[in-house]
């Protein structure tokens, strides 16, 4: 198996802009997991979903976050629009069932 | 959630082993103890998880306290390949669906 697929792995963009992250999870996997990760806020869940629905988004920073699955093997995480404070690695992970979770290498983004 | 306690940070040198602790006083009866690990530019991954006994695997050994309220991770022989953010998490399986990490420990090989 290929394991958690994220794209883009670097983004670099400017202040207003619209970024979209993806994620193909493993196949088989019935949870996906969006987490952010900075030097200050360390390892943060932002998003979960089982089945292609959202469980939990309590950790979704504010409005101009929004996270979607339309099925099981794609995940989108947008920014609109981004801002400085959004730079950060972006890791997706996905588990079968509340088994393991395995981690994608992250996409870093750097909103200047 | 039950919470965990570790050092920031750790050294130690290659080639020798490597005990990692955690603390979890206020563990409850259906928390399993999980560890992951951050290598260096990567996402985490999975190195072991127990509930009451030791448990051994090709990564690492956990060794769990009798009344449950601390554990070691143990690398029996460390590489440089295995400094990395080591973090310890309590999950009340099946119950638990998500993983919520702490800081960690940063551990640091020396050649």
């Known amino acids: 198996d290929a394991g958690v697929i994220q794209s883009p792995r670097h983004e670099v963009t400017e202040m207003g802009q619209e970024v979209t992250l993806r994620c193909k999870p493993i196949s088989g996997h019935d949870y996906l997991f969006w987490y952010r990760q900075t030097m200050m806020r360390g390892l943060e869940l932002l998003i979960y979903f089982n089945n292609n629905v959202p469980i939990d988004d309590s950790g979704m920073p504010e409005d101009r976050f929004s996270a979607k699955m339309p099925n099981a093997s794609f995940s989108t995480l947008k920014i609109q629009p981004s801002e400085p404070r959004d730079s950060a690695v972006y890791f997706c992970?996905?588990?079968?069932?509340?088994?393991?979770?395995?981690f994608g290498p992250g996409t870093r983004l750097t909103v200047l | 959630d039950a919470k965990t306690t570790q050092p920031n940070s750790m050294e130690s040198n290659e080639e020798e082993p490597v005990h990692l602790p955690c603390n979890h006083s206020?563990?409850?009866?259906?928390?399993?103890i999980h560890w992951y690990r951050q290598l260096p530019s990567q996402g985490p991954e999975y190195v072991i998880h127990g509930l009451t006994s030791n448990v051994n695997n090709r990564m690492a050994s956990l060794a769990i306290a009798e009344d449950r309220k601390s554990s070691t991770l143990i690398l029996h022989r460390a590489t440089l390949r295995d400094a990395a953010v080591y973090y310890c998490i309590l999950r009340d399986l099946p119950r638990d669906d998500k993983i919520i990490f702490g800081k960690g420990t940063r551990l640091h090989i020396l050649p």
């Open positions: 992970a996905s588990s079968l069932l509340v088994d393991t979770q395995y």
């Open positions: 206020t563990i409850s009866g259906t928390d399993y």
